[in-house]
C-alpha cells in the first residue's frame, strides 16, 4: 500500500483573501498508482522527490521525473499515473486565492503549460541558488508548524516562499516586465485598497487613482479575479472584518468603523452577505 500523509489546514487560516493554504501531503506511490480523470476545485502543486510518472491534462501528457512538478489548476480535467517499475514519491499544496492566478501567471504556469522544473535554466545568477532544495523539505516544514503558535501565520509564509520560489524556476521571458500593464493597474488598485479600506472610499476613488476609467478597472478585476471591483473591496473589507473580530476587545460597532462603515447595521448586512454569519456569530466560532 502507499504510505499517504495529508493535512487539512485549520478552518481559521482560510479566511485569508490574498492567498489560502488549505491542505497539503506527501504520497509514495505504488507502481501504477493513478488519479483520475477528475476534477479538483482549488489550484494543486505537487513536486516530484524520486521516481517517474505521467500528468496529462487539456489532451496533453508529459512524462515527468524528480525535481519535477505539475499545477492541476481549478475544475480541470486531469489524470495522473506513477510509473510501473520506478513509481513516484511526491508532495503536494492545495491553496486559493485572489493572488493565486497572478503569482502563478509570473511563475509561467497556467493549464496551457502546467509543469516546472526546479532547476533554474539560463540565468547564471540563479543556477547558484538552486530551490529544489526548498521544494524537498517544505513538506516537513509544514508538519513541523501544526503545534506551534502562529501557525497559521507560518503555514502562509511558506506557502508565500513556495509561490516565490515557482516564480525563480521560471524562465526568465515569462516574468512580466512592463510596468504599465493590466497586471500593473491592478497592483496599483489592491496596494490603494489595502491603504485606505479603512477609509469611505469608493470604485470611483481607486479608478480616479490609478487613472482608468472605472468600468474598465472593474473589468480587469473580473478577468483576474473572477469579482468587480466593487466585489473584490467588499471583500476585502469584510476579510480584514474577519480578523478583528478575533479581538475581544473591539465591539462591532469598532470593527464596523475600522473597515470603513459608519453604519454598524449596513456592516452587519455587509458581512453575512460575503461571510454567511451575522459578525457576532462569526465571532462566536472562533471560541
Not at 156 to 162: V, W
Not at 171 to 200: D, F, G, L, M
Not at 257 to 282: E, I, Q
Request: with cysteine.
Amino acid at each position: 500500500m502507499p504510505r499517504i500523509n495529508v493535512d487539512l489546514i485549520h478552518p481559521s487560516s482560510q479566511g485569508q483573501m490574498d492567498l489560502s493554504l488549505l491542505f497539503f501531503g506527501k504520497e509514495e506511490c505504488v507502481p501504477g498508482h493513478s488519479w483520475g480523470p477528475g476534477l479538483r476545485d482549488s489550484y494543486l502543486v505537487h513536486y516530484v522527490h524520486s521516481g517517474r510518472g505521467v500528468f496529462s491534462l487539456l489532451d496533453r501528457t508529459y512524462e515527468l521525473e524528480a525535481g519535477q512538478g505539475f499545477l492541476i489548476p481549478p475544475s480541470a480535467l486531469v489524470f495522473y499515473q506513477a510509473d510501473e517499475e520506478n513509481p513516484w514519491v511526491y508532495s503536494w499544496f492545495g491553496f486559493r486565492g485572489l493572488h493565486a492566478k497572478s503569482l502563478l501567471q509570473q511563475a509561467g504556469l497556467t493549464a496551457e503549460f502546467p509543469v516546472f522544473r526546479t532547476a533554474p535554466i539560463g540565468n547564471p545568477l540563479l543556477d547558484r541558488i538552486n530551490p529544489a532544495g526548498y521544494f524537498e523539505h517544505f513538506h516537513d516544514d509544514l508538519v513541523a508548524v501544526r503545534e506551534e503558535r502562529g501557525r497559521d501565520a507560518l503555514s502562509l509564509s511558506i506557502l508565500y516562499r513556495l509561490m516565490a520560489e515557482l516564480i525563480r524556476c521560471a524562465p526568465e521571458a515569462v516574468t512580466p516586465r512592463t510596468s504599465c500593464s493590466k497586471e500593473s493597474y491592478v497592483r496599483q488598485a489592491i496596494e490603494y485598497i489595502e491603504n485606505h479600506y479603512s477609509q469611505k472610499i469608493s470604485v470611483q476613488d481607486i479608478a480616479r487613482f490609478v487613472g482608468l476609467d472605472r468600468t474598465y478597472l472593474s473589468g480587469l478585476f473580473k478577468s483576474q479575479f473572477g469579482l468587480s471591483l466593487q466585489a473584490f473591496l467588499l471583500e476585502y473589507r469584510m476579510n480584514r472584518a474577519v480578523d478583528l473580530l478575533r479581538n475581544k476587545e473591539l465591539t462591532v460597532s469598532d470593527v464596523s468603523r475600522s473597515v470603513g462603515y459608519t453604519d454598524p447595521f449596513l456592516f452587519s448586512k455587509m458581512f453575512k452577505k460575503v461571510t454567511g454569519l451575522s459578525p457576532r456569530n462569526a465571532r462566536g466560532t472562533e471560541a
